[in-house]
């Protein structure tokens, strides 16, 4: 329909032809007065060509929308004689100038089609992925086109799948001869037929409004890959691809907002046609979140964490945390299991946006969610996730990394003062020298960074490296996802790096200085005022018995810390129970009291 839409402002002269693989598609179009388009079932074609409908129940909706391309092309030509001329368009494409130039460059020829375009680095796929585009051909009514549609249509009821095989992909390999074999003309014009592939290489500029790609009009786009979900989460391509901010402005965005506006046409026809649900079980690869984009989550910092069932509490706390000292702020949720992403969806939390482990767990991830340990692989999941949310989203300026085990007892606001402008915000251990060497100089649980290059090319550097190792175990200098953080300062010099020290202090350095408690109830660590404390360690025993921290026996002047946060995981607990009280037993931990160096009794 937005490829209807966009001929309807740019061409008046044309015909189009709707092939509806859906009864419900026909009935739908069917109802919307189109009046320069014919509709035709699927159904009418493959009454009409027996064969092909031999070959549907072996193959896949998309590979059977392949395979009906020149089966329909055919079907056009026999049944509807004034058609002197077709051109194939895939659903996803849309004009966004006038189509003229396509038929002044076609000319005489009696085949035309579009090259992929890859760059030098990509030139092997010319023989895995084809060297032109199919979601693009055009074919005049003679001979050479209906010998070479006919010779098509035998070749994709033979062999038409999404998968590698003896030299094949789909249908596109099949057209790499079409020059040679067929005397097909290939569009010269970079305007047409563009995609993600095409411009990620391409110079994209705009004057009076018209996009230009190297100096040629945008005609039109191909945006293959997108994913519509629930009218504010997309996909912009499912395929890596690396897109320009420009590009997502000028092309995506009025994309998007065109298709709200066509789902809401839509739905005052068939209220139910296009069911309104987030993408929790959908990997979303170049994700986008309107909201966000639109001013809509506030105006106030954006931070984002990581939940499993086992810190659900404590991120439950950490969160609470955030809404009594601070007064704007979002905060994005990775649930890394079922658990914690059912949980939280009963409980809607505002100022809450829940990312499901599917939407980012990409192949790589998938793999090395078998490999690794679960804290490992949840190391590994940080740099990803900050990755995912910044890579697309152009209005999130920066996002704060915290473990979910920290605890504000200031506003955020404190970080983000001392931040400033630079790229890159990090917060010591204060480790001694033999410690710092294994385990690094700064800490992972906190981490900032900006969304311009400093900062994106040290995300980069961090999440390549995770990818490749992350274990607890100290390896050539290694550990964890946080050893590589000391290589940060060889990458920028954009780097805050805060000399708070009650900014993510933690058991490893609280006896190291003292906690005092100001005239106005607030706590102080070593003259610092306590901004956020890292309750590494802590463990849920059962509703009311915990462990403060498994690690080391904690100093007596850390007591007024512990005592502010049992009093909020106390709160948490009661929440819970009102919510789902079946949930508490899955994250509680059987252990010995006796056995344990900072056992406490909670009061619920």
């Given at each position: ?15 189009f032809?709707?092939i ?6 026909e009935e ?5 007065d189109?009046?320069?388009?014919t ?30 391309k020149a089966?329909?092309?055919l079907?056009?030509f ?6 002197d ?10 004009f ?9 460059e076609?000319?005489h ?7 992929e375009k890859?760059?030098?680095?990509n ?7 084809g060297?032109?585009?199919t979601g693009?051909m ?10 070479c ?6 070749k994709l009821?033979?062999w038409c799948?999404?998968r ?7 249908d ?8 040679t074999?067929?005397g097909a003309?290939?569009?010269?014009n ?14 994209v500029t705009?004057q009076d409004?018209e ?5 040629e009009?945008l ?6 890959g ?18 320009e901010d420009k ?9 998007i ?6 789902v809401?046409?839509?739905?005052r026809?068939?209220k ?9 079980r959908?990997?979303i ?5 309107l ?11 954006h931070?984002?964490?990581l939940?499993?069932k086992d810190y ?10 955030l809404?009594?000292?601070t007064s704007?702020?979002h905060l994005?949720?990775?649930?890394v ?8 969806a009963?409980?809607?939390l ?6 499901s ?7 790589r991830?998938a793999?090395?969610?078998k ?5 490992e ?13 910044l ?19 200031r506003?955020?606001q ?9 790229s890159?915000?990090?917060t010591k251990?204060?480790l ?5 060497r294994?385990?690094?100089a ?12 400093a ?7 961090w999440?390549?490296?995770?990818l490749k ?6 390896d ?6 946080q050893?590589y953080l000391?290589?940060f300062p060889?990458?920028?010099?954009r780097?805050?790096i805060?000399?708070n020290k ?10 190291k200085?003292?906690?005092v ?5 607030m706590?102080?660590?070593?003259n610092f ?9 802590f ?8 462990e403060?921290?498994?690690?080391k026996?904690l ?6 810390i512990y005592?502010?946060?049992l ?7 009661a ?6 009280a079946?949930?508490l037993?899955k994250?509680?931990?059987?252990k010995?009291p006796?056995q344990?160096?900072?056992?406490r009794?909670?009061?619920?």
């Amino acid at each position: 329909m937005l490829l209807y839409e966009s001929l309807l402002k740019w061409d008046k002269d044309f015909h189009f032809f709707f092939i509806c693989l859906h009864p419900e598609v026909e009935e739908l179009y069917k109802k919307m007065d189109l009046n320069k388009a014919t509709i035709i079932p699927l159904s009418a074609i493959e009454e009409q060509d027996p064969e092909l409908l031999t070959v549907k129940d072996s193959r896949n909706e998309k590979e059977y929308a392949w395979t009906v391309k020149a089966s329909v092309m055919l079907h056009l030509f026999r049944n509807y004689p004034e058609t002197d001329h077709i051109v194939w368009l895939d659903g996803d494409t849309c004009f966004y100038s006038d189509p003229q130039p396509i038929f002044d460059e076609w000319g005489h020829q009696s085949i035309v089609l579009t090259e992929e375009k890859w760059s030098e680095a990509n030139k092997k796929r010319r023989h895995t992925r084809g060297i032109f585009n199919t979601g693009f051909m055009g074919f005049k009514r003679d001979s050479h086109a209906l010998n070479c549609l006919k010779w098509f249509r035998r070749k994709l009821i033979q062999w038409c799948y999404d998968r590698l095989e003896d030299g094949l992909w789909s249908d596109q390999l099949y057209v790499n001869d079409w020059p040679t074999r067929f005397g097909a003309g290939i569009i010269r014009n970079i305007g047409v037929n563009v995609g993600p592939c095409i411009i990620r290489d391409c110079t994209v500029t705009r004057q009076d409004g018209e996009i230009y790609v190297n100096g040629e009009k945008l005609i039109f786009y191909h945006s293959y890959g997108f994913r519509y979900y629930d009218g504010n989460e997309f996909d912009l391509c499912s395929y890596i691809i690396n897109l320009e901010d420009k590009v997502i402005k000028w092309i995506y965005l009025p994309y998007i907002e065109a298709c709200r506006q066509m789902v809401a046409r839509i739905r005052r026809i068939d209220k139910d046609f296009y069911p309104e649900t987030r993408p929790r079980r959908q990997f979303i690869r170049n994700y986008y979140n309107l909201e966000a984009n639109a001013g809509g989550l506030g105006s106030g910092p954006h931070i984002c964490t990581l939940f499993t069932k086992d810190y659900l509490i404590q991120g439950l706390a950490l969160y609470n945390s955030l809404k009594e000292t601070t007064s704007q702020f979002h905060l994005w949720i990775l649930c890394v299991d079922d658990e914690a992403y059912d949980l939280l969806a009963k409980m809607n939390l505002p100022r809450v946006t829940l990312i499901s482990l599917d939407n980012v767990k990409n192949e790589r991830l998938a793999v090395l969610e078998k490999e690794r340990q679960a804290n490992e692989f949840c190391w590994t999941l940080k740099a990803s996730f900050i990755t995912f949310l910044l890579k697309n989203n152009l209005n999130l300026g920066s996002m704060l990394y915290v473990d979910a085990d920290l605890y504000f007892f200031r506003d955020v606001q404190y970080i983000y003062r001392e931040w400033g402008q630079q790229s890159l915000f990090l917060t010591k251990l204060w480790l001694g020298p033999n410690w710092a060497r294994k385990v690094g100089a700064f800490s992972a649980g906190l981490i900032g960074f900006k969304r311009d290059l400093a900062g994106r090319r040290s995300l980069g550097f961090w999440r390549r490296n995770c990818l490749k190792w992350c274990s607890e175990r100290p390896d050539r200098g290694r550990w964890g996802d946080q050893k590589y953080l000391d290589h940060f300062p060889d990458i920028t010099n954009r780097i805050t790096i805060s000399a708070n020290k009650g900014i993510n202090t933690g058991p490893w350095n609280i006896r190291k200085g003292t906690v005092v408690q100001g005239k106005d109830r607030m706590l102080f660590f070593e003259n610092f005022p306590l901004v956020c404390y890292h309750f590494s360690g802590f463990e849920l025993l059962s509703d009311t018995e915990v462990e403060l921290c498994n690690r080391k026996t904690l100093p007596a002047h850390a007591e007024a810390i512990y005592t502010a946060y049992l009093r909020a995981i106390g709160k948490v607990i009661a929440q819970i129970k009102a919510v789902d009280a079946d949930f508490l037993p899955k994250v509680f931990r059987d252990k010995d009291p006796l056995q344990l160096r900072n056992y406490r009794r909670l009061q619920v």
